[in-house]
């Protein structure tokens, strides 16, 4: 038995064997030997053998290939489609056991041989192949084009997919990049021929593309902002702002990756190959004919899509929507925000207000659908009218008195007291507290209510200060406050008047060189000005007064609180109306209480940097506190 494995393994070439076999042998069996050489030789294992199929046992398919035994291949290795007896077929002859006479032999290797050879002679690197994707394995997949070829996962589409291997079973297209002869080893790539099929189709169509013509494309790709649609070539943007007419949250709710749609052209950039898309421009905008359908004051029904801080939204249709300011909702309700009053898909009733066309803004209001009680607080509540309100709310400049659910009236710091400096209203005042009031004036157009206590009395400047407190008249008092151009002397309780430093001797001296905070001294009241609502005092009048005997005038010498006999002067007003007749203007009024000329020389007048700046009128001021 010849052990044609071991031939083989040898590596001698026939001619070799031929001219040895000649000088060992003789001419005489050269060529009879040659003939079985060249026999053995066809049948040598690693080459590819055309046989017979005998039949099919089991699972195996036996093949004769003319050797001295038969082989058996796998029925796998034939596919969906299995050989008949008598059918010829090339199989690859992979061994010969020597032992036994056994050969092994394989359908698929001789199959791929043939593919191998059959894609060399007509295809090379740059060309288009088609295949089956077989599996996926790692880095890519394996597509059956004849041969396994290898497609890199970068390589599988312009977008690299989540997931490879969705392609498994799909037949595909795709371009050779690579052929390793040597390790029978195809590269392609799927994504390469992608790219230049949308060259071409982007040449073309950047061509034929004008604005205002619909086409048809796919999504590709969405984003937050928008949708990319693939028009054959180049991919446009569909932002979110051109799908709908109406109000939307994300592009998914308008389109699907895949879907067919059709889009209009808006804008085309050719040196930057961008084109923008619109959806909502293929049908009429609603704002068109905005000022038709909804004219200004006219009461319609909407529902609410968004609330913010600063107001609410309503839909009156698809794609018109308009804006509640939060300053719009209420007559009367302090709205801290308006959620307090509507929610998400509540239905109310709005009026329209403004309509700007060209920034597609409507301006709707929510009080306007009802009534303005404002328009009937002047006639209830007339000026001079007493009411009775609850304090709501302080602040530096008054407080807020309701008066009745939604309407408040300002109670201003200077229609506290008549005669007492008030700081701020909680040295009087407590929220929550009732108290009594008087209208003083309705702004119906500002709808505003200004409000007085101390006006519930008389005004104790109009007669009791003059009457009890007389020119020329020596009175007891005590130091509240000394300043570089006068002193502020209590005569009693929240009435002061002003001891100018002129009057305090006859030579030019430092106020705090004279007197001391809280000491009680006798001074003469030199004049009582009703209108400016002060009153000027002298030291060294009065006393000169003491000096002569006896109180200027012949009036009588008032102690300190000596009209507390009488109930006071002031008590009877109440805490509630009093007010301090020394203001910082007052303060820095230079020598108004100075005696008359034949009773002394002019006073010296303060420096103009120590007079305090002069206050707006109260009610200036009141009416800047309201704004």
């Not at 609410?304 to 939204?313: D, I, K, P, R």
């Amino acid at each position: 038995m010849v052990d044609y494995n071991l031939i083989h393994s040898l590596n001698v070439s026939t001619d070799e064997i031929e001219a040895q076999l000649a000088e060992a042998l003789g001419d005489a069996s050269a060529d009879a030997l040659a003939n079985a050489l060249k026999d053995t030789c066809e049948h040598q294992v690693g080459t590819i053998l055309t046989g017979h199929v005998v039949a099919i046992v089991g699972s195996d398919v036996v093949v004769e290939v003319g050797l001295k035994s038969e082989g058996a291949i796998p029925v796998e290795e034939f596919g969906d489609e299995l050989p008949a007896p008598g059918d010829e077929i090339e199989v690859f002859l992979e061994d010969i056991e020597a032992t036994t006479d056994m050969i092994e032999l394989s359908k698929r290797k001789a199959d791929r041989i043939r593919g191998w050879e059959k894609l060399l002679s007509e295809k090379s690197e740059g060309d288009t192949v088609s295949g089956a994707v077989t599996r996926k394995i790692k880095g890519g997949l394996l597509v059956d084009i004849g041969v396994p070829a290898f497609l890199p996962a970068s390589q599988v589409d312009i977008r690299r997919p989540s997931d490879i291997g969705e392609f498994i079973g799909q037949t595909i297209d795709a371009k050779i990049l690579k052929i390793d002869q040597e390790r029978r080893n195809i590269v392609v790539s799927r994504r390469k021929l992608i790219e230049e099929v949308r060259n071409a189709n982007k040449a073309k169509l950047l061509e034929d593309i004008e604005v205002g013509q619909l086409r048809t494309g796919t999504v590709k790709n969405i984003a937050d902002f928008g949708a990319f649609v693939d028009l054959g070539g180049i991919d446009g943007l569909l932002h979110i702002t051109d799908m709908s007419w109406g109000r939307i949250n994300h592009p998914s709710e308008m389109v699907k990756i895949d879907d067919q749609i059709e889009v209009m052209i808006l804008s085309i950039d050719y040196e930057k190959e961008k084109i923008a898309l619109g959806l909502k421009q293929k049908t009429k905008s609603p704002w068109d004919d905005v000022a038709g359908k909804y004219p200004v004051g006219d009461r319609v029904k909407g529902t609410v899509v968004n609330v913010t801080s600063y107001g609410a939204f309503v839909k009156l249709e698809e794609g018109l929507e308009g804006l509640v300011h939060i300053s719009e909702m209420s007559w009367t309700r302090r709205i801290n925000h308006p959620n307090e009053l509507v929610n998400i898909a509540d239905e109310i009733d709005v009026v329209v207000l403004d309509i700007d066309k060209d920034k597609q803004e409507i301006s709707l209001g929510m009080k306007q659908a009802e009534m303005n009680p404002w328009t009937v607080v002047k006639e209830k509540y007339p000026p001079g009218t007493v009411i009775t309100g609850t304090v709501r709310n302080m602040t530096n400049f008054g407080a807020f008195v309701e008066i009745e659910e939604g309407i408040d009236g300002l109670l201003h710091v200077s229609d506290l007291s008549w005669t007492r400096k008030i700081g701020h209203p909680s040295e009087l005042l407590k929220k929550g507290e009732q108290l009594q009031c008087v209208v003083l004036a309705v702004d119906e157009e500002k709808m505003r209510v200004a409000l007085g206590l101390k006006q519930l009395t008389e005004d104790p400047w109009l007669r009791q200060i003059p009457e009890h407190y007389l020119p020329g008249q020596i009175v007891h008092g005590k130091i509240t406050k000394i300043t570089n151009f006068g002193v502020f002397v209590e005569l009693e309780d929240d009435l002061e008047g002003l001891l100018h430093v002129s009057e305090l001797s006859d030579e030019k001296v430092d106020p705090k060189e004279i007197v001391e905070l809280g000491q009680d001294i006798e001074v003469k009241i030199l004049r009582v000005d009703t209108e400016d609502r002060k009153i000027g005092l002298s030291l060294k009048r009065a006393q000169w007064a003491a000096e002569d005997g006896a109180p200027s005038d012949d009036l009588p010498v008032n102690r300190r609180g000596g009209l507390a006999s009488e109930g006071g002067m002031l008590g009877g007003l109440g805490d509630q109306i009093m007010q301090t007749i020394t203001n910082e203007d007052e303060e820095a009024a230079p020598a108004a209480e100075a005696a008359p000329a034949e009773e002394a020389a002019p006073a010296e007048e303060a420096p103009a940097e120590e007079a305090p700046a002069e206050e707006a009128p109260a009610e200036e001021a009141k009416e800047d506190a309201a704004e």
